[in-house]
């Protein structure tokens, strides 16, 4: 088929035969109402959140607390989904911690658990120690200690710390290893509630886990832990239960704005995933003040799925070519060269960023517009190419894919989207973005390796050419090796990403974190080597219905 033509041509055309992809329904209809806020309600928590928030502050900055007393606070108020009202406070706390921790291989004296805590601790803050701290743990053949096998809160301890490991931190390695092959062994034979803890770490990493959806689980498990702070507690139940007031309010919003797209009848082939697409922005960054972002990422979100689903499952090759050259130009000239189907869905896409575009210049951040916009164009450009490659099975090497792969991620995009939403990312930071950083190579590539893999079995029931396919044929290997390898890519890439956090760093926590979070939604949604996004009832189900649906009692 020819990769050009005119409107003419378009018209004249008497059958196009189109694969037409035959994704799941959306799930969602009978669960999801409109929310309506309870301002009242919402206010009288706030207060009470106000005045426990003082008096965890008072814990956090009291003196009589041991080294470990200090970790295990900090720990909880993270793990209960909390510690964002703390940050300075914990900052300082571990700061304070490192200076004095600084030469940690020097003191053999920590138990497994309490240097494996310290060790999560610090690396989760951008602080470099060594992982020198565990040698005291192997032996002359640097293997772990056997009588460490026993010590399952060790292990569970330790397994969550490596997964903060960075190339060449050799003995994290081997740490991994030994602590999943132990754990697994032993989760039959422990504790019923540690074993519950133990099967979903081995299956769920907390660092590579969401963050709001393990706060929603360890607030369960925290309420019934014979020992928690009751103030705690009360503190965290009633911050999830505002938030996801909020989250509601923002899903609300997203659905009503779905509803005028109306992608039921007027684009039947793309996936209607308005509320995973929620799901996905509440990932990136659940505080209040990002309620905007929020907003304008979900319907960006919905916007890619839709344009991957052209590009992917319906388009024609002329329709691909005049849908990108419009995008390229930004404007509605030569609109009716585009099919039908495609004009309403691109108006709305005008008129969108339009608003955002007045909206950003008024706040005088048009730069965080203008690298939003240059990431759509290339977003285009690069799905036209992949599309081009497999509609006429004009199968590319696989470093060639890899190069437009990692922009069909649209791992690029949809950070410049988040931006939008961040104050914080000022022009420095979009100029920082624009250098192509490892970290941001790492995190593109991350999603896009896990997506193949994801993807896999959908594309190739489809007929569509798959990067796996691309590997295989170069490399001479078999499927089952090609998904691995790309697995330990993708790992890899983890180990880069983490590299990159540690300070010294040019670059705000809070920007960094929004990048990890997205690093952890990828992580999830494509876990076991399926497709989340679409398929929602494979995994990611009971993360959007704790997140989004079911609220906290308080």
């Not at 960006?300 to 849908?323: H, M, N, P, S």
């Not at 949809?414 to 930071?429: K, M, Q, R, W, Y």
């Not at 691995?484 to 890519?489: D, Q």
């Given at each position: 088929?020819?990769?050009?033509?005119?409107?003419?041509?378009?018209?004249?055309?008497?059958?196009?035969?189109?694969?037409?992809?035959?994704?799941?329904?959306?799930?969602?209809?009978?669960?999801?109402?409109?929310?309506?806020?309870?301002?009242?309600?919402?206010?009288?928590?706030?207060?009470?959140?106000?005045?426990?928030?003082?008096?965890?502050?008072?814990?956090?900055?009291?003196?009589?607390?041991?080294?470990?007393?200090?970790?295990?606070?900090?720990?909880?108020?993270?793990?209960?989904?909390?510690?964002?009202?703390?940050?300075?406070?914990?900052?300082?706390?571990?700061?304070?911690?490192?200076?004095?921790?600084?030469?940690?291989?020097?003191?053999?004296?920590?138990?497994?658990?309490?240097?494996?805590?310290?060790?999560?601790?610090?690396?989760?803050?951008?602080?470099?120690?060594?992982?020198?701290?565990?040698?005291?743990?192997?032996?002359?053949?640097?293997?772990?200690?056997?009588?460490?096998?026993?010590?399952?809160?060790?292990?569970?301890?330790?397994?969550?710390?490596?997964?903060?490991?960075?190339?060449?931190?050799?003995?994290?390695?081997?740490?991994?290893?030994?602590?999943?092959?132990?754990?697994?062994?032993?989760?039959?034979?422990?504790?019923?509630?540690?074993?519950?803890?133990?099967?979903?770490?081995?299956?769920?990493?907390?660092?590579?886990?969401?963050?709001?959806?393990?706060?929603?689980?360890?607030?369960?498990?925290?309420?019934?832990?014979e020992s928690n702070n009751k103030l705690l507690l009360r503190l965290a139940k009633l911050d999830y239960h505002l938030l996801q007031m909020l989250h509601k309010q923002d899903l609300s919003e997203i659905l009503r704005r779905g509803k005028e797209l109306d992608i039921v009848s007027k684009i039947p082939y793309a996936r209607d995933r308005?509320?995973?697409?929620?799901?996905?922005?509440?990932?990136?960054?659940?505080?209040?003040?990002?309620?905007?972002?929020?907003?304008?990422?979900?319907?960006?979100?919905?916007?890619?799925?839709?344009?991957?689903?052209?590009?992917?499952?319906?388009?024609?090759?002329?329709?691909?070519?005049?849908?990108?050259?419009?995008?390229?130009?930004?404007?509605?000239?030569?609109?009716?060269?585009?099919?039908?189907?495609?004009?309403?869905?691109?108006?709305?896409?005008?008129?969108?960023?339009?608003?955002?575009?007045?909206?950003?210049?008024?706040?005088?951040?048009?730069?965080?517009?203008?690298?939003?916009?240059?990431?759509?164009?290339?977003?285009?450009?690069?799905?036209?190419?992949?599309?081009?490659?497999?509609?006429?099975?004009?199968?590319?090497?696989?470093?060639?894919?890899?190069?437009?792969?990692?922009?069909?991620?649209?791992?690029?995009?949809?950070?410049?989207?988040?931006?939008?939403?961040?104050?914080n990312a000022t022009e420095d930071v979009i100029n920082w973005m624009s250098t192509n950083p490892k970290l941001f190579i790492a995190l593109t590539k991350h999603a896009r390796l896990l997506n193949d893999v994801g993807s896999y079995k959908i594309e190739k029931e489809r007929g569509s050419g798959t990067a796996?396919?691309?590997?295989?044929?170069?490399?001479?290997?078999?499927?089952?090796?090609?998904?691995?390898?790309?697995?330990?890519?993708?790992?890899?890439?983890?180990?880069?990403?983490?590299?990159?956090?540690?300070?010294?760093?040019?670059?705000?926590?809070?920007?960094?974190?929004?990048?990890?979070?997205?690093?952890?939604?990828?992580?999830?949604?494509?876990?076991?080597?399926?497709?989340?996004?679409?398929?929602?009832?494979?995994?990611?189900?009971?993360?959007?219905?704790?997140?989004?649906?079911?609220?906290?009692?308080?």
């Amino acid at each position: 088929m020819a990769s050009t033509g005119s409107a003419e041509h378009l018209k004249n055309q008497r059958e196009i035969i189109r694969q037409v992809a035959d994704f799941p329904k959306n799930i969602w209809a009978d669960r999801i109402s409109s929310f309506t806020l309870d301002k009242q309600g919402y206010d009288m928590h706030a207060k009470e959140i106000e005045m426990l928030k003082e008096e965890v502050t008072r814990m956090l900055l009291a003196t009589e607390k041991s080294m470990m007393e200090k970790f295990e606070l900090i720990d909880k108020i993270e793990r209960l989904g909390i510690s964002y009202h703390f940050e300075n406070e914990i900052e300082d706390q571990l700061q304070e911690l490192f200076n004095l921790c600084a030469n940690f291989e020097e003191y053999p004296n920590y138990d497994l658990y309490s240097a494996a805590l310290q060790f999560r601790q610090f690396r989760q803050h951008g602080f470099n120690i060594s992982c020198g701290i565990f040698n005291q743990f192997v032996d002359a053949n640097g293997k772990f200690k056997e009588y460490l096998s026993s010590d399952i809160r060790g292990l569970l301890s330790l397994y969550e710390a490596v997964h903060l490991r960075t190339h060449g931190d050799n003995i994290l390695e081997e740490a991994l290893n030994f602590t999943t092959t132990h754990l697994t062994r032993g989760a039959d034979n422990m504790d019923p509630t540690l074993a519950k803890q133990v099967k979903y770490a081995l299956k769920q990493p907390l660092y590579k886990g969401i963050p709001r959806y393990e706060a929603c689980r360890y607030i369960s498990i925290y309420e019934e832990d014979e020992s928690n702070n009751k103030l705690l507690l009360r503190l965290a139940k009633l911050d999830y239960h505002l938030l996801q007031m909020l989250h509601k309010q923002d899903l609300s919003e997203i659905l009503r704005r779905g509803k005028e797209l109306d992608i039921v009848s007027k684009i039947p082939y793309a996936r209607d995933r308005f509320v995973e697409c929620c799901f996905w922005a509440v990932g990136t960054f659940y505080e209040p003040q990002y309620s905007l972002g929020r907003r304008v990422l979900a319907q960006v979100l919905e916007f890619i799925a839709i344009i991957d689903d052209t590009y992917d499952a319906y388009g024609t090759l002329d329709e691909l070519k005049i849908l990108t050259d419009a995008v390229e130009r930004w404007d509605c000239i030569g609109i009716d060269q585009l099919p039908e189907y495609m004009k309403t869905s691109y108006l709305t896409f005008l008129d969108y960023n339009k608003e955002l575009e007045e909206d950003f210049a008024k706040k005088q951040r048009t730069y965080a517009f203008d690298k939003y916009k240059k990431e759509w164009k290339q977003y285009m450009r690069a799905s036209f190419t992949q599309s081009k490659w497999f509609l006429t099975s004009e199968f590319p090497s696989f470093a060639d894919y890899m190069i437009i792969a990692l922009i069909t991620s649209s791992y690029y995009l949809i950070p410049a989207a988040a931006f939008l939403g961040l104050d914080n990312a000022t022009e420095d930071v979009i100029n920082w973005m624009s250098t192509n950083p490892k970290l941001f190579i790492a995190l593109t590539k991350h999603a896009r390796l896990l997506n193949d893999v994801g993807s896999y079995k959908i594309e190739k029931e489809r007929g569509s050419g798959t990067a796996i396919e691309c590997y295989m044929k170069d490399y001479n290997v078999s499927e089952q090796e090609a998904m691995k390898k790309f697995e330990e890519m993708a790992e890899d890439a983890w180990k880069d990403m983490n590299e990159e956090i540690l300070r010294p760093t040019s670059m705000p926590r809070e920007i960094l974190r929004v990048l990890l979070n997205l690093a952890r939604l990828c992580e999830v949604v494509y876990k076991h080597r399926g497709d989340g996004f679409t398929n929602p009832r494979d995994h990611i189900d009971r993360h959007i219905i704790a997140m989004l649906i079911d609220s906290v009692y308080v």
